[in-house]
């Protein structure tokens, strides 16, 4: 599991590094006691991931499994969780199409093996409308509580839920009260720990719209950022964002989304995905739908238009309209099997040849053509090089990569350095770290008898390259060094 996607990924990275300063000092690397967001890069990080993150370091030693445990847990239990839902909402065989389906699509497979904070959107978005739905139907006071609990949680995981969770909420909960499937008192009981949970996010916007000052407390920070992302969303994106359904099903240009060759979901699960829409599409007009059915389409539209607003959307930025896609995808697939039986076998054949050559390109191909990519950078590599430069010299290490990798968080996680050694120790221009204690991240103009280490080869300099330096090679992170 640790192992592929090969390397840690830069906000991974910034991710890890706030859990091991938690777990072992109590603050994050900028001292802050229990963020409600956590600054990172500058313009911010989800939290629930880096809690999580830090529980399990309590238990496990640091390693790229050990990071990415989270998002295999919560994306298991959602996936159990939604199967044993669609099993007592729909029988056995829509429960069997889900595991299916999660068992060999790309999308899946590949969010769930890494520890992008924003990917748990997904998983707990799934367990929380599992929740909300059985509330509805159970009409049972701890059931609305619960589901309050849940979609306050989801709300730390990807800050475009602030705009989803409470206009799909609104909708579902008028409609509820209007067809009198719900009372206030429900309304109330979901409403209250919901309210609790979203306060010190509502707080911390407050803070970066520069409406009330930053709060500090013995156990909660709420800090402001260095720069603000509110600007993301326009209803100007609309136009430029034509080419969703192409991201969503195909490709967003990141190698970690997605694949060309094979899609998020493989092509052949659009055919169903339309056809499970538009049964669903045609119940809800001829007023025989389910409860079930009308929230998963409440929930794909409202998903679908706030990310139409999103300037830039992605696969991982989008990754909650997945939830309502697999949805359509197992009311497709399950109205062709109940037509003929015989479809059943087929599908299986299909989607199974699929995923054979998809597993194959992705465990053997894949490592090969992306190892030190642009994104991730491999620890146990540069621990070496790390290791080796500071045997060569005992002055200043440089650690150079592209500018948007912010080389200072791999080397501060690979030292495990205290983030009060950080922030003592720490020079910062505009939002980039130039300088940590012996490690520079800026090459300077003169670069005679400089140790430097290179996480990408391509950056290093002509002049270094013709000069008199002992080269060492660590899996592609290369180390330079005088020679004696």
Known sequence: MGEIPYGIHVDEAGMAYDAYSLKNFGVDRYLAINPVYFINFGGGQNALYTYLTSIVLHFLPFSSFSIRLPAVILSLLSIFVFSYFLKKEKGELSSLISLFLFCVLPFSIMHSRWGLESYLFFPMLLLSICFYLWAFQKKKIFYFIFSGILFGLTLYTYAISYLIIPLFLGITLVYGLWKKKVKWTHVIALSIPLFFLALPLMLMLAVNKHIISEIRL????????????????????????????????????????????????????????VYGMYLVLKKCFQKSSTLTEQFFLVLFIVIFLVVMTLDGPNINRANAIYVPIIYFIVVGINSFIHKNKFFGMMVCIIYSILFSSFISYYFQEYPKEYTNNFFFVSHEELKEALSFAKEKTEGVIYVIDESYNQPYIYTILMEQMSPYEFHKTSEIKGDAVTKVGRYEFILPENLNSITAIFLKPHLVPEEMKEGSYEVRDFGGIVVYSPSL
């Open 218 to 273: 013995p156990f909660l920070s709420i800090q402001e950022m260095w720069w603000y992302r509110g600007g993301e969303f326009s209803l100007k994106n609309i136009f430029h964002n034509l080419n969703i359904f192409s991201i969503l099903f195909w490709k967003d240009g990141l190698i970690y989304n997605s694949f060309p060759t094979y899609g998020t979901l493989y092509g052949v699960s659009i055919v169903f995905f």
